[in-house]
């Protein structure tokens, strides 16, 4: 279970990570020259709010959902968690993606630097460990 949710860990989070190599190659060898755009100040605040909503609240709230619609079971399959996980996953691992909006539009420090922190958050906490998976398993009673 923790080896297949780990393969879509790593489809999920390897691609924004070479994207990011490669904005930045292009960036410092002056290929793809993107100056301050009026708009940023409208851009910079709303990509910022979402990669908090999708590194923190919709997994809160997607929990939330998952845990009250299995509430009156006895126990959970695994094939509902593997399920429940990899939803997790695709909707938390969002954020990578949006640093490289960010990075690429050339935000200002604040608003860069919290949507890198969100994304790390993401990429830290949702790592389908096998110790985190036995503590799902246990909290949703998986047989």
Known sequence: ???????TYLALSIPAFLGLILVYLLKTLDYFP??????????????????VVFAVALPIFF????AHKIRH????????????ERNLLYIALVAPYLVLVAYLL???RFYLAGTVLMALYAVYYY?????????????????
């Open 1 to 7: 279970m923790a080896d297949d949710l780990k393969k």
């Open 73 to 84: 079971q006895k126990n959970t399959s695994e094939a509902e968690l593997i399920k429940f």
């Open 63 to 66: 929990r939330t959902l998952f």
């Open 34 to 51: 993107v100056g301050q755009i009026e708009s940023l100040k409208y851009i910079a605040p709303i990509t910022f709010v979402l990669s």
């Open 106 to 108: 050339e935000f200002p």
């Open 127 to 143: 790592y389908p460990s096998k110790k985190r998976i036995q503590f799902e398993k246990k909290i949703f009673r998986v047989k």
